[in-house]
């Protein structure tokens, strides 16, 4: 088909009224002269899926190349009118038929037809375009997982179904004429601890005219079995203030239950390290303990025993006087080894509260280690439980360790502090840094450690890049309010018949 490359003046032709540019049949306004085509409505535009530019470009016998062979004459008069059949070639060369009631008019004496147009597709056709749409959708929604559902929910707040999928069954063990029925069934389906998180979803979703996802559990009756299903859909407006969603409902009861197999052997396994770490610093504790009570008492013993023999030895007998000599000196140095090895295995100072613990240790790094390194605290004394206070130690050994290890650091600072309701524990250095490959290295044990102590104790461990470059580390542990600590202290305090003191509840 052979079109006008020279695109008309549009600026003075007539125009089509409002009304037929909005009429969902086709329009057209021609020149009684030559049928070209002055205007045209959207519905035209779309149905032969032409631009409107081109449509003026084109003449009615470009668009029918049949037109006018065997068409009624149109009268000369203003106002004749005529019925014609016409088969308009689309773009895509399918053929548009329709029926045109064509009326003479005159607009600034220039003489114009107007067209109004009726498809001409037949009922069968019609249907069978319908049908095969139909099928279409019906074999995407059968090879869909799930249910593929429209919800809608009117001004008043009056939800309904228009349209479930066969799904419905499966799914939720309700037949779709069920909920058509009776919609608030799927409501109640929901557990009731769940019924909040989905209506507040559906409102947001509603106000905001946003895609509304929500995931939840429901009891299904017919199979006495609670299941998760997920919920995607996007929400459009209708009249009158209605609102419908169109989307699908899948069971994703398995992958919840798998996520939640993984959160609790998680939980398990960090209850597990918590209480290895526990169970290790109180063997800890009693072998250094023993150390010092059973094996420093005897090498002291043997000390002393030995400085009476040695007073005994004969003056002239150098070689005995050296041999006593080098004994004594072993006696030290074991005694200064079971000292050693005692306070690695637990300080002392640990006695004395965690502030003069981090302080001693802080002090052994910079004498060892070489590393300028100093302590701060906004409190001279902090009160923690043993397991709280021993888990910071080990905490802040490890990382000194670290940095000792790997930092490259002149300076370190360590600082503890206790706020409203927590502790907060910072080690910073201004070594080389850490890069994110390094914090997920397997074998990066210690942070993973100090973490997991970290996690114990309900607290969490977090690592950042210093400002003037190096690494800071923070700890940070919420401390029981004084109401809980009462309760966690009645609930361990046995009474005179050794029974526990009854629960304190919230009032």
């Known amino acids: 088909m052979k079109k006008s490359t020279t695109m008309p003046d549009t600026s003075h032709m007539p125009h089509l009224a409002p009304a037929l540019q909005a009429a969902a049949s086709d329009a057209y306004l021609f020149d009684a002269a030559n049928w070209q085509v002055l205007d045209a409505n959207r519905a035209a535009c779309g149905h032969l899926q032409y631009t409107l530019a081109e449509l003026q470009a084109m003449s009615l016998p470009q668009l029918a190349p049949q037109w006018p ?3 009624p004459a149109l009268d ?25 009631r064509l009326t003479r008019a005159e607009h600034q004496g220039r003489t114009l037809i107007l067209a109004l147009g009726e498809d001409l597709r037949t009922p069968q056709e019609t249907a069978a375009a319908l049908a095969q749409v139909q099928s279409r959708f019906n074999a995407i929604v059968s090879n869909t997982p799930g249910l593929v559902y429209q919800f809608s929910v009117t001004a008043d707040g009056r939800a309904g179904f228009p349209y479930l999928s066969d799904g419905c069954q499966a799914l939720l063990g309700l037949a779709p004429t069920q909920l058509h029925a009776q919609p608030e069934l799927f409501y109640q389906l929901i557990l009731p601890e769940d019924r909040a998180s989905y209506r507040d979803s559906m409102q947001a979703s509603k106000q905001a005219l946003w895609s509304w996802n929500w995931e939840g559990r429901i009891w299904v009756d017919a199979w006495k079995d609670v299941k998760w299903i997920n919920l995607r859909s996007t929400p459009r407006a209708l009249e009158h203030g209605t609102v419908q969603w169109e989307g699908i409902m ?7 239950l798998e996520q939640i197999e993984v959160r609790q052997s998680r939980a398990r396994l960090a209850e597990l390290t918590a209480h290895i770490d526990k169970v290790k610093e109180q063997e800890r504790t009693r072998l250094a303990r023993e150390l010092h009570d059973d094996l420093g008492g005897n090498l002291t013993a043997i000390k002393m025993a030995l400085a009476m023999l040695t007073r005994r030895l004969p003056a002239g007998d150098a070689l005995l006087q050296e041999k006593a000599g080098y004994v004594d000196d072993l006696v030290d140095r074991s005694i200064d080894a079971v000292h050693r090895i005692s306070l690695d295995l637990r300080p002392s100072m640990l006695d004395l509260g965690l502030v003069a613990a981090l302080d001693w240790q802080v002090r ?5 280690a070489g590393i300028d390194c100093a302590f701060a605290s906004n409190r001279k004394e902090i009160e923690l439980s043993l397991d709280q206070a021993t888990t910071l130690f080990r905490i802040a050994q490890e990382a000194l360790t670290n940095i000792a290890k790997h930092a490259r650091a002149s300076k370190v600072a360590v600082r503890l502090d206790k706020q409203r309701q ?4 910072c080690i910073s250095d201004n070594g080389v840094g850490m890069r994110p490959l390094d914090r997920a290295k397997p074998q990066s044990f210690g942070i993973r450690g100090m973490s997991e102590r970290a996690s114990a104790l309900g607290g969490t461990l977090q690592l950042a ?14 401390l029981a309010t004084p109401r809980e600590a009462i309760i966690a202290a009645a609930a361990n305090t046995p009474t005179q018949h050794g029974l526990r003191q009854p629960d304190v509840r919230e009032p």
Do not use: M, P, Y
Request: proline share 0%; glycine share 10%; charged share 25%.
């Open 69 to 71: 062979a065997g068409q």
């Open 76 to 100: 000369e008069g203003i106002g004749a009118c005529a019925i014609v059949q016409a088969r308009l070639q689309r773009r895509d060369t399918a053929i548009h038929a329709v029926r045109l």
């Open 250 to 256: 899948t069971n994703i009861t398995e992958s919840r």
């Open 364 to 368: 052994e790094f910079a004498r060892q």
């Open 422 to 425: 927590h502790i907060r524990l």
């Open 465 to 478: 890049d210093a400002a003037g470059g190096g690494t800071v580390l923070t700890i940070k542990i919420r």
